[in-house]
């Protein structure tokens, strides 16, 4: 099956695997004393996928809820805080500290 252009970034159909395209996104950059770049993002999907003649085919369970993301490998307490922050104010569903 081939999905609707501007959908995903890559779909192997053999495998099923996709890359889908958020619909929208906001996206914080911080960049600490050392010039490292630490990302946050929230990122709105398409609830469901269509082929080629726009049919529905693939379900996402997205629905028009936000998903929260950030890609944080760091001890540093600062980082830590606002992920906390963005959990505390309800923007995501669940937060683990790998540093406690």
């Given amino acids: 099956m081939l999905l609707r252009d501007g959908q995903v ?21 911080v960049t600490d004393a050392q010039k490292r770049e630490t990302v946050f993002g929230f990122f709105q999907f398409p ?16 629905g028009d809820r936000w998903t929260f993301q950030n890609f944080v490998n760091s001890a540093d307490p600062r980082f830590r805080q606002i992920v906390k922050q963005f959990t505390d104010a309800g923007y995501t569903d669940q937060e683990k500290d790998e540093y406690i």
């Fill in 47 to 62: 609830a469901v996928l269509q082929d080629l003649n726009g049919k529905d085919v693939v379900t996402t369970h997205q």
């Fill in 9 to 29: 970034w890559h779909h192997d159909p053999v495998t099923g695997s996709c890359r889908v395209i958020p619909k929208r996104g906001v996206v914080l950059v």
